[in-house]
């Protein structure tokens, strides 16, 4: 428990290269992960503590579990609180080893679709990114630059078990990210709202058709002109309405549906 309290800061879960995952849904998605290995997968869950009410409450997590091998801890509700980080927990907490993957890894050639981050600072918004681009069958998230911890607690809650279903990697640079797209044969399309081309224009011209990564900014002030320079396109959602912009995870869910819409 001492070990597992540890993760919830930042140092201490870069050392040991794990983190938690709070919640039944969480749990459930990280036991069903298997992390690469050459003797074969093996589960990407260390161990789980939870409260008695529930192991009662949810079977199939601890049957789960043991079927991953994986030490099932139960612990007094007051105990896991020191380990849950919402105000109202949800009686099962998974410490799970870090997922992510180099960045050739994650974009290898033959790729189709990405979401690519550049310096997003809110773990909400990261969470929810990744959650997009989960359902709109991206093959690869990449958290660039000065892009948040997706091992933040809020981060991985937002991602509601997404970050279990696809490649990620994490802290390249924008620059790197761009050149590892483009090595993978991804045309580079980066999102503002003074872009060059519209994304009703951009899905028209066939543009979309072909694979794509999406380059989307920081909530607060978007791309620099400098980064936005790296793309193939810099292209803008459509405001039909009287909305002065959409917010990042709305935006990453239009351009990714978009995508995945004119590939299918």
């Given amino acids: ?33 298997r992390t690469a290995h050459p003797t074969g997968g093996r589960s990407s869950v260390v161990e789980v503590f939870a409260t008695p009410d529930s192991e009662q409450r949810h079977p199939g997590l601890v049957a ?18 020191t380990l849950a980080q919402t105000v109202t927990p949800q009686g099962v907490v998974a410490v799970c080893c870090f997922l992510d993957q180099p960045l050739e890894t994650v974009l290898p050639p033959g790729a189709r679709l990405a979401a690519l981050c550049a310096n997003v600072r809110d773990p909400g918004n990261a969470g929810a990114v990744i959650r997009c681009a989960d359902a709109a069958g991206a093959d690869a998230v990449v958290l660039a630059g ?27 640079s924008v620059e790197q990210t761009v050149d590892a797209a483009h090595a993978a044969g991804l045309t580079v399309l980066a999102t503002d ?11 028209r011209s066939g543009l979309l058709s072909q694979p794509v990564g999406w380059l989307f900014g920081n909530e607060a002030w978007g791309l620099p002109a400098e980064l936005a320079a790296l793309a193939d396109h810099v292209v803008r959602v459509p405001i039909l309405g009287r909305a002065e912009s959409l917010n990042l995870a709305a935006a990453a869910a239009v351009c990714l549906y978009a995508s995945a819409r004119v590939q299918e």
Wanted: proline share 8%.
């Fill in 1 to 33: 428990m001492k070990a597992a309290r540890r993760l919830t800061g930042r140092s201490h879960r870069a050392r040991e290269r794990q983190f938690l995952a709070e919640g039944p849904q969480a749990v459930r998605e990280a036991l069903a992960h």
């Fill in 64 to 81: 789960a579990a043991a079927a991953a091998g994986v030490p099932w801890h139960p612990v007094p509700e007051q105990v896991l609180e």
């Fill in 146 to 172: 000065t892009s948040v911890d997706p091992y933040n607690g809020k981060c991985v809650r937002a991602s509601a078990g997404s970050l279990f279903h696809l490649p990620l990697a994490v802290g390249p």
């Fill in 193 to 203: 709202g003074n872009g060059d081309v519209d994304l009703f224009e951009a899905e």
